[in-house]
C-alpha cells in the first residue's frame, strides 16, 4: 500500500494521533524513526500503548530506512514519525524514501527555540533540517490537525527570520 503520513511530531504518538490523524487516513501500523526514542525502554513501552490497537516499529534512523522502504512496499498503511525534522533530514540523506510531502506537527518550546505559533517553536538545528528538505524537493506542511489550515516552509521561515 503506502505511506499515508509523514509526520513530525514531538509526542510522537498522542491523543490527536489516534483520534484525528488515524481517523482522517488510512493506517494499519506506524514506523518511529528517532534514534532517541528507540533508545529510551521506558517511553517505548508508553508509545506501543498508546498505538493500541496498531502495529508499531520503534526503529533508530539507519535501521529506519530500510523499515521504511519496506512499509512503502508492504500491502499494509503506514504512518511514519519521529519526534524531530533532523530525523526525516538524516534519512533523506541516507537514501531513504519517506514520500514527498512532510508533515509537521507539535515542536513545542525548548531551550534555544524561537516560538512561532500555539505549537510550533523551531530553533537552528530545525531550521536548517527544513531547509535541507524542502532544498531536495520535499513539501513541508505545518499542521496540528487536518481540519487545520496548512502553514508552508516559506510562511514559517519568514516568521523565524524575523523572529528576534
Known sequence: MTITLARVDDRVIH?????????????DAFVIASD?????????KV??????????????????VEKIKMASESNKDFFVISDSPQNFAE??????????V?????MNTRPGA????????????DYDAFEYMHNHDIELQFQIIPEDSI???????KLYDAAE
Open 91 to 100: 534519512i533523506l540523506k541516507m537514501g531513504g524514501d519517506f514520500g514527498k
Open 102 to 106: 512532510l508533515n509537521i506537527g507539535p
Open 15 to 27: 491523543g490527536q494521533t489516534m483520534t484525528r490523524w488515524a481517523a482522517s487516513r488510512k493506517l
Open 151 to 157: 502553514r508552508t516552509w516559506e510562511q514559517i521561515k
Open 36 to 44: 532517541k526514542v528507540a533508545g529510551d525502554e521506558l517511553r517505548k
Open 47 to 64: 508509545l506501543k500503548s498508546a498505538a493500541n490497537p496498531h502495529k508499531l516499529g520503534i526503529y533508530d534512523n539507519k535501521t529506519s
Open 114 to 125: 524561537k516560538v512561532l505559533g500555539k505549537t510550533t517553536a523551531i530553533d537552528q538545528a
